[in-house]
T-cell receptor, first 115, second 114 residues
Framework: EADIYQTPRYLVIGTGKKITLECSQT?????MYWYQQDPGMELHLIHY???????EKGDLSSESTVSRIRTEHFPLTLESARPSHTSQYLC??????????????FGPGTRLTVL | AQTVTQSQPEMSVQEAETVTLSCTYD???????LFWYKQPPSRQMILVIR??????QNATENRFSVNFQKAAKSFSLKISDSQLGDTAMYFC???????????FGGGTRVLVKP
C-alpha cells in the first residue's frame, strides 16, 4: 500500500546529540517537505525538495539540514540537538505535476524532545 | 507572501449538530488552491476538502462543505451532522497554482461532544 512513513515516532535525547529523522514514501512522489509544528500551533515549512539532489529552505529558518539522494527518502538531520529543537516534525510528499491539486500527503510525525 | 488566518482557536459542537470554521487569506495570486486539513489526536494530517480558486462552485465531500468567497478571500468549512470522530485540529491551507508549498493557518481545535 502506498504510504509515507516516519521513524522514530517519538525520540527523547540529550543536548548535543546528533539525530536523524527518517522519512520515506512509496507513492512515487517527486516533491517532499518537512514541517515543524509546536504543540497546538500551526505548521511551518522548514525544508522541501523537488526531486533527487534538490533541497531548498522553507519559510521558517531551521538549524536542521536535509538530503535527497533517493526519490523515496528525505531524512532530516540535527548535528547538535538543543532544547529549542523540541517539537513535532511532519514529513509530507506530493506529485510534481503543477496542474494537479497539489495535495500533500503527510506522515504520522516524529515528536522530538531534547533534554 | 501569502497569509492564512483562522480566527477561532477552539470550537465545540454537540454530536449531530453543525459547526462552521472560518478562514481568511491574503494573496495577490489570481489562481490558487485552498485546502482544509484535519489532524486528529493521533497526529496524522489528512486532507478533508479542497477548492480551486477558478471554480465558483463550492466543494463538497460528504458531510464537509466549504463556502468560498473569492472577493472576500474567505474559505469557511462547514461540518454537518458532527460525529465524535470529527474531533481534531483543523487547518486551513493555501497553495499557489504554480507550486506545491502550503501556507497553513493557525488551526482550530474542534471538540464534538456526545
Amino acid at each position: 500500500e502506498a504510504d509515507i512513513y516516519q521513524t522514530p515516532r517519538y525520540l527523547v535525547i540529550g543536548t548535543g546529540k546528533k539525530i536523524t529523522l527518517e522519512c520515506s514514501q512509496t507513492m512515487g512522489h517527486d516533491k517532499m517537505y518537512w514541517y515543524q509544528q509546536d504543540p497546538g500551533m500551526e505548521l511551518h515549512l522548514i525544508h522541501y525538495s523537488y526531486g533527487v539532489n534538490s533541497t531548498e529552505k522553507g519559510d521558517l529558518s531551521s538549524e536542521s539540514t536535509v538530503s535527497r539522494i533517493r526519490t523515496e527518502h528525505f531524512p532530516l538531520t540535527l548535528e547538535s540537538a538543543r532544547p529549542s529543537h523540541t517539537s513535532q516534525y511532519l514529513c509530507a510528499s506530493s506529485e510534481l505535476d503543477t496542474s494537479s491539486y497539489n495535495e500533500q500527503f503527510f506522515g504520522p510525525g516524529t515528536r522530538l524532545t531534547v533534554l | 507572501a501569502q497569509t492564512v488566518t483562522q480566527s477561532q482557536p477552539e470550537m465545540s459542537v454537540q454530536e449531530a449538530e453543525t459547526v462552521t470554521l472560518s478562514c481568511t487569506y491574503d494573496t495577490s495570486e489570481n489562481n490558487y488552491y485552498l485546502f482544509w486539513y484535519k489532524q486528529p489526536p493521533s497526529r496524522q494530517m489528512i486532507l478533508v476538502i479542497r477548492q480551486e480558486a477558478y471554480k465558483q462552485q463550492n466543494a463538497t465531500e460528504n458531510r464537509f462543505s466549504v463556502n468560498f468567497q473569492k472577493a472576500a478571500k474567505s474559505f469557511s468549512l462547514k461540518i454537518s451532522d458532527s460525529q465524535l470522530g470529527d474531533t481534531a485540529m483543523y487547518f486551513c491551507a493555501f497553495s499557489k497554482a504554480a507550486g506545491n508549498k502550503l501556507t497553513f493557518g493557525g488551526g482550530t481545535r474542534v471538540l464534538v461532544k456526545p
